[in-house]
C-alpha cells in the first residue's frame, strides 16, 4: 500500500522557492482564493493589456514568474536544470492561444518542432505538447465535429492543419520524443481526436509516440477510449494518453443549457472523480497497449495510481506511466513523488506576457472553482513558512 501522507513533506515541495518565492506563492494563494477578485483581477488585467497600459512588469514580477517559465525557451532551461537536480521532468508549453492566422499557425507549429529538436539532447525533457487551437482555427475543428458542409477553403484549411499535426509527430518520431496533444471543448474535440487517431496510426507502431488527453469530467470519455482500444489492436498501433480532469466545465454547461442538449460534464464531482479513476485503471490494466501521463492535482488519485501499480508490479520508474502537474501548482505532489523515484513532469508554460495571459487567467479561475485545491496550496505554504522560521 502506498503511504498515505508522502504530500504533507513541506520541505521536499519547496525545496527550490526562496523565501521570497515561498512569500510571493502565499500571497497569490490567498487572491486567487477570493472568487470576486479573481474575476475584477482578469477583468482588468485583460482591458489593461489590450490598451497597452505599461502593466506588463508588474505581471511578469508576480503571477506570470509564479506559474510561467519564462517569455522564451532559453527563460525557461535554469528552472529546467533545477527541477531535474531533484528528479523531477519539465514539458515546455508555447501557451500562445487565440490565434486566427495561418503564419501563427505554422509560428507554433515550427516553434513545437524546435522544442522537440531541443528535448532530443535532453534528458530533461522527454515530451513536448500543443494545443489543436494552436495549429488552426477553432471554428474549422467545430465545423468538422459539427458535420457541417465545408466550403472548398475549409477543405484546403484543414489540409494545412493535418500537415501541421504530420510534421510534428514525425519530428517526434525520429526524436524518440513523445507528443502531448491537448484537448479543447466538447464542440470541436471530435475532430481533434480524428486528426490525433491518424497520427497514431502513422506513428505510434512501435511505441507510442503521439498522446491524446482524455478529459474525464466527460461521461463519455471512457466509452472512447474502450472502442479505440480495440480499433488501435484490430490496426496494430500503440495509444498514448494523458488523463485530465478538465479545464473547460462552467463553459460546456452553459453552452449545453443555451443549445438545450445534454451537458457532456459528469454530474457532479464524485462522479468525475470516478470517471478518472476508472479510466487511470483501465489504462493501468492494459499498459501493454497503452502509456500514461496521469495529470492530475488530484492527492487521492495520486495515491491510487501508487497503490495500483504497486498491486500490479509496475515498478515506480517503469517508462510507460508519468505524473504530471502544472508549474506553480501542486508541488507537494510533483516533488514528493519524484523524490521517492516515481516519473514525473512540470508543464512549464512560456510565451510572451500578452499571449501567454488567456491561460494564466484560466488557470487562476480554475483555482478559484475547485473546491479545496486553493487552500491546500495555503495551507501547505503557511505550513513550510512556519517550519523555515522554526
Known sequence: MAPMNIFDNTET???LKSDSELERAYFLFKMISMEP????????TKFALNVNLPVEGLIRSTVFDHFCGGVNE??????????????????????????????????????????TLLSKNMEAMPFCVFKPTGFGRFKIYQKITENQALTENDKEEWKSIESRYDKVSKTAHASGIR?????????????ADELCEKMMEKYN????????TLQCYRWDRLEYLKKLHQRAKAKGYKLGFKIVRGAYM?????????????SPICESKKATDDNFNEVLAYILNNLDDIELFIGTHNEYSS???????????ISKSDDRVWFGQLFGMSDHISFNLGAIGYNVAKYIPFG???????YLIRRAEENTSVAGQTSRELTLLKKEKQRRKL
Open 13 to 15: 515541495a519547496f525545496q
Open 37 to 44: 477578485l479573481v474575476k475584477i483581477g482578469s477583468a482588468v
Open 74 to 115: 532559453r527563460d525557461c532551461m535554469g528552472t529546467v536544470d533545477r527541477l531535474h537536480d531533484v528528479g523531477v521532468s519539465s514539458v515546455l508549453d508555447f501557451s500562445v492561444e487565440g490565434k486566427e492566422e495561418d503564419a501563427q499557425f505554422d509560428a507554433t507549429a515550427n516553434k513545437v518542432i524546435e522544442l
Open 179 to 191: 507528443l502531448l496533444i491537448d484537448a479543447e471543448e466538447s464542440w470541436m474535440q471530435d475532430a
Open 205 to 212: 507502431v512501435d511505441r507510442p509516440i503521439v498522446f491524446n
Open 250 to 262: 462552467e463553459k460546456e454547461n452553459d453552452r449545453a443549457i443555451e443549445k438545450g442538449y445534454k
Open 303 to 313: 495515491y491510487l495510481a501508487m497503490e495500483l501499480m504497486e498491486q500490479k508490479g
Open 352 to 358: 510572451p506576457v500578452k499571449d501567454v495571459m488567456p
